[in-house]
């Protein structure tokens, strides 16, 4: 069983950055591979990055390539999720979620442990 809780969202000018933590609780946080998504209201959720068990390989969305960046702290059990060069449309709730020994897929239905998710607002 893992617990996750999200923090370090909140309002930042067109860009700007933030960095959004997910602490985990549980045991063999090393084992599970841990995914960010986001949900915009009246939109479905999406897959924005993931960092693997094992080798760490890393996936970002098209959208935020080359502007966020994941990492974890195995000894933390945390992931992190650094936003550079924010955009409005970057605007949303954001989850982390985590499946142990997952292949790190964007399809939220295979991840069994969530988050409540932390609020980003950028403003133009």
């Known amino acids: 069983q893992v617990q996750l809780v999200e923090s370090g969202g909140g309002l930042v000018q067109a860009g700007g950055s933030l960095r959004l933590s997910c602490a985990a609780s549980?045991?063999?946080?090393?084992?599970?591979?841990m995914v960010w998504f986001r949900q915009a209201p009246g939109k479905e959720r999406e897959f924005v990055a993931a960092?693997?068990?094992?080798?760490?390989?890393?996936d970002y969305a098209d959208s935020v390539k080359g502007r966020f960046t994941i990492s974890r702290d195995n000894a933390k059990n945390t992931v992190y999720l650094q936003m550079n060069s924010l955009k409005p449309e970057d605007t949303a709730v954001y989850f982390c979620?985590?499946?142990?020994w997952g292949t790190g897929t964007g399809v939220p239905a295979t991840y069994s442990y969530w988050g409540r998710g932390t609020q980003v607002t950028v403003s133009s």
């Open positions: 979620a985590a499946d142990r």
């Open positions: 549980g045991r063999s946080f090393s084992d599970y591979t």
């Open positions: 960092i693997r068990w094992g080798g760490y390989s890393t």
